[in-house]
């Protein structure tokens, strides 16, 4: 009596992984749309305060672009009638602030060369 071989498909490693991707869509699909919604953050953050992130920029940018981006600032973090800065005096504090600062300075430089210049040996224990 001849011996009957059962056939075993052989699965290839790539079928495998195809998946296991599919079985873990779900993870995979909430995975982008938190990346999304994070790089969506990102760039309102960019688009209202991106100014302000790079501090040594502020020496090249006009006078009159400065003035709309602390308007745009205001506008943003306004509520009705009640707002959380005043454009104007923001406008008015960089311009005496881009002044007093080197414009390869970090915003740790920028901080320490404002605030702790003024204020000798107070709050130094934060930068080191």
Not at 9 to 30: D, G, V
Not at 38 to 46: A, D, I, V
Not at 81 to 97: G, K, M, R, W
Request: glycine share 4%.
């Amino acid at each position: 009596m001849a011996r009957r071989t059962v056939w075993k498909p052989r699965i290839p490693r790539q079928l495998i992984a195809l998946l296991n991707l599919i079985n873990h869509y779900p993870i995979l699909r909430a995975a982008v749309k938190s990346f999304s919604e994070r790089f969506n953050q990102f760039k309102m953050y960019s688009d209202n305060f991106g100014f302000l992130y790079n501090i040594g920029e502020l020496q090249k940018i006009t006078n009159d672009d400065l003035m709309k981006s602390c308007l745009d600032l205001q506008n943003y973090l306004s509520d009705g009638e009640l707002c959380d800065i005043v454009a104007s005096e923001l406008y008015e504090e960089l311009l005496v602030f881009r002044h007093t600062m080197k414009e390869d300075s970090t915003p740790i430089e920028a901080l320490k060369h404002s605030v702790f210049k003024t204020i000798p040996g107070a709050f130094t224990f934060f930068l080191t």
